[in-house]
């Protein structure tokens, strides 16, 4: 990662934690349902946000610049969070625990070809 892409992570997850921390966010429908599904509450997500690093960033994504976050709770869960923060609210696109199959650890996709 070049220094200046080192920058621009830490600006985004900082300012993705003040937005979370003020609850300056709107959590999608979607994201709301894999909430349910995956049992996961509105304060586990600001929680992943705190505890967690951008593993992934999409700076020139179709919909606007968002980034994969992967946190951990208090009870060592992992959770992943999908969101953007180029709108003036922090905006929670999904959320989700990583596992297989996509997933081998929290941090390391499978391939398509592992698949």
Known sequence: MNQDNGK????????????A????MRVTQHA???MVEDEFT???????????????NYP???RGACCLINGLLE????IHIVCT??????IIITVYEPKPPKWITPTQRRSKDEM
């Open 42 to 56: 509105l304060d586990d997500v600001i929680e992943g946000i705190n505890t967690g690093e951008i593993i992934e």
């Open 60 to 62: 020139e994504h179709k």
């Open 32 to 34: 709301q349902q894999e």
């Open 21 to 24: 921390s003020e609850q300056n």
């Open 8 to 19: 621009n992570i830490i600006a985004a997850i900082n300012r993705i934690r003040a937005q």
């Open 85 to 90: 923060s180029s709108q003036p609210k922090l």
């Open 75 to 78: 009870e060592a869960r992992p």
